[in-house]
C-alpha cells in the first residue's frame, strides 16, 4: 500500500525540518570560517559573500531532490532516518565543495572536513530527534488521519492490521467497516459501523480522513461514484482497493493510452535517465576510490597467497550474463585449482577443487573484490543481482518464466538476494526462484538508500561470517 503525504504533515513535520536543517547548515558554516581562521583576508571575504550563501543553500535544495527527507513513513526505522540524514548532508557537503572549488580556486581543506564532519553528526541528530517527538505527539493521540473501510473482506482486513501495527505507532485511527457481508471478519477490536448504505449519514456527522474502498465497481458502478463524489466534496481521501487476484504480486504502474487504462508489470526507478546516471556516477566514484587505494595491497598480498597454493592465473575471469542478457568476462581471485569444470559446476561446500588459500577468499568474500574492475568499466554495478554463468542462464530461463527480468539492471559484487540469505549454491530450482523474486523487487524498488542499505547489509553479513560463503 503506496503511504500519501498529509499536507498537514508537510506544514507541521517537513518544513520546520527543511528551516532546521538550513540553519544547522549555515551556522555550521559560519562557525567552520572562524574555527578554522578564514574570517580575515581576501578568501574571507569571497567565503562571507552572498554568492556562497546562495551555493549553499542550492547544493541543500539539490540534495534533498535527490534524496527526499522521509520523518513520517510507516515502514522506515530510525535507523533508514539516520542513512537519509547523512545521505542529505554528504550530498549537500560535497555539492558544495564541488562547486566553490570551481568558482573561487580555494580548498582550504581544514574548512570543508570540520564544516562537513560537524553538519553530518548535528544533523543526523535533529533528524532523530524530530522522528523521537513524531512517534511522541502519535502516541498522545495527536497527528493521526481518522480512517473509515468500505468492505470487509481480507484486503481491507490486511490493510488495517497493518495500520495498526506497532500501536500509535503509525499514526491512523481506524474507526470501523462498513459492510453488508464479511462482518465475521472484522478484526477484534474494530467496529462493524453499518451496512454499505450507512456510510453516507456517517461522514456528514463524522470527521473523516481517508477512506478505504473494496467494493467492484464494475458490479455496483453507481454505489462506488456516489463514494467518490462524498469522498472529494468532503475533502477525504478515497483509496480503492481492487481485488488483484491472478496477477502478480508486485508494484505496478497505470498510464493513459488514449481513453484506455493500461497497467505495466514493473516500474523501473533505473529507467529514469537522471537515476541511471546517478547510479553510473556513484559505481565510477566508489569502485574508482578502491582500486586507487586499497585494492594494490589486496591485491599483492592475494597475489603471493595463490602463487604460493596452487600453479595458475592469479585472476580467473569467467564470462558470465550481464546486462541485457549480454556475456561479460568476470573478474575473481583464483580460489580454485585449474579445472574443466569451471564454467558448468557451481561450488560446493567441501569442494574438492578448492585450495586451502581459496577457500579462506571464499569465506572472506576477498575473491569478488576484482570484480570492481568490472563496475569501473561499466559490466557491472556495486549493487544489483549477482551474474550467473552463462550455462545457468540457458538453463533456469527455461525452467523459471520470469528469470530474464533479473537482466534488465547491471549485475552487481552484491544484492538484495544475497543480504536475505539467497547466496551461494542453489541445489533447486525453488532456490533459483525465490533468488529471482529477490532481484525482481530489487529492481522495482531500487533507489539510491536501498543501495547504501544493501552495502552496509552487505559489510555486517561478511563481519559476521556468512555460512553461505563458500
Request: charged content about 20%; aromatic content about 12%; overall charge positive.
Amino acid at each position: 500500500m503506496t503511504q500519501r503525504t498529509n499536507p498537514k504533515e508537510l506544514m507541521y513535520f517537513k518544513l520546520p525540518t527543511y528551516a532546521a536543517d538550513l540553519l544547522v547548515h549555515f551556522s555550521v558554516f559560519y562557525l567552520s570560517l572562524y574555527f578554522s581562521g578564514l574570517l580575515s583576508g581576501l578568501q574571507a571575504a569571497v567565503m562571507r559573500g552572498n554568492g556562497t550563501s546562495i551555493i549553499l543553500f542550492l547544493s541543500y535544495v539539490c540534495a534533498i531532490t535527490i534524496v527526499p527527507i522521509r520523518l513520517n513513513e510507516r515502514r522506515i526505522a530510525n535507523y533508514m532516518v539516520l542513512l537519509r540524514a547523512l545521505a542529505q548532508t554528504v550530498l549537500t557537503v560535497s555539492i558544495f565543495i564541488f562547486v566553490t572549488s570551481a568558482v573561487y580556486k580555494i580548498t582550504p581543506v581544514k574548512f570543508y572536513l570540520l564544516y562537513g564532519v560537524t553538519a553530518g553528526i548535528l544533523i543526523i541528530v535533529l533528524h532523530l530527534l524530530i522522528r523521537y517527538i513524531i512517534l511522541c505527539i502519535r502516541r498522545s493521540g495527536k497527528n493521526r488521519l481518522n480512517v473509515i473501510m468500505v468492505g470487509a473482506d481480507e484486503r481491507l482486513v490486511a490493510i488495517s492490521r497493518e495500520m495498526k501495527a506497532g500501536y500509535g505507532v503509525h499514526g491512523y485511527n481506524v474507526l470501523g467497516f462498513f459492510t453488508d457481508k464479511y462482518s465475521d471478519q472484522v478484526p477484534d477490536g474494530d467496529r462493524v459501523l453499518g451496512g454499505i448504505e450507512d456510510v453516507f449519514p456517517y461522514l456528514a456527522g463524522h470527521h473523516v480522513d481517508e477512506l478505504y474502498c473494496g467494493i467492484n465497481p464494475s458490479s455496483n458502478e453507481q454505489l462506488t461514484c456516489r463514494l467518490i463524489h462524498e469522498a472529494e466534496s468532503r475533502f477525504i481521501q478515497f483509496w480503492f482497493v481492487p481485488n488483484m487476484n491472478g496477477y502478480p504480486r508486485r508494484r505496478m504502474h497505470y498510464e493513459e493510452f488514449g481513453s484506455v487504462t493500461t497497467i505495466s508489470l514493473r516500474e523501473e526507478p533505473l529507467n529514469n535517465p537522471f537515476m541511471k546516471l546517478l547510479k553510473r556516477t556513484e559505481d565510477i566514484v566508489l569502485s574508482g576510490l578502491f582500486l586507487l587505494t586499497v585494492y594494490p595491497f589486496v591485491w599483492a598480498v592475494v597475489a603471493v597467497g595463490i602463487k604460493l597454493t596452487s600453479p595458475g592465473p592469479i585472476l580467473f575471469r569467467q564470462v558470465r550474463t550481464g546486462y541485457n542478457g549480454k556475456g561479460f568476462k568476470c573478474l575473481k581471485f583464483r580460489s580454485m585449482k585449474v579445472n574443466a569444470d569451471s564454467d558448468k559446476v557451481q561450488a560446493t561446500e567441501d569442494d574438492p577443487r578448492k585450495t586451502r588459500f581459496g577457500d579462506f577468499l571464499r569465506r572472506t568474500s576477498i575473491d569478488e573484490l576484482p570484480q570492481f574492475i568490472n563496475v569501473f568499466k561499466g559490466d557491472m554495478s556495486i549493487v544489483g543481482p549477482r551474474p550467473h554463468m552463462e550455462f545457468h542462464t540457458e538453463m533456469y530461463s527455461e525452467l523459471i518464466s520470469e528469470y530474464m527480468v533479473r537482466h534488465l539492471v547491471k549485475p552487481g559484487i552484491t544484492g538484495w538476494a544475497q543480504v536475505n540469505g539467497c547466496r551461494g549454491e542453489t541445489k533447486t530450482v525453488e532456490q533459483m526462484k525465490e533468488r529471482v523474486e529477490h532481484d525482481i523487487w530489487y529492481i522495482e524498488h531500487w533507489s539510491p538508500m536501498l543501495d547504501i542499505k544493501i552495502v552496509l547489509m552487505t559489510v555486517r553479513q561478511v563481519l559476521g561470517g556468512d555460512k553461505q560463503a563458500y
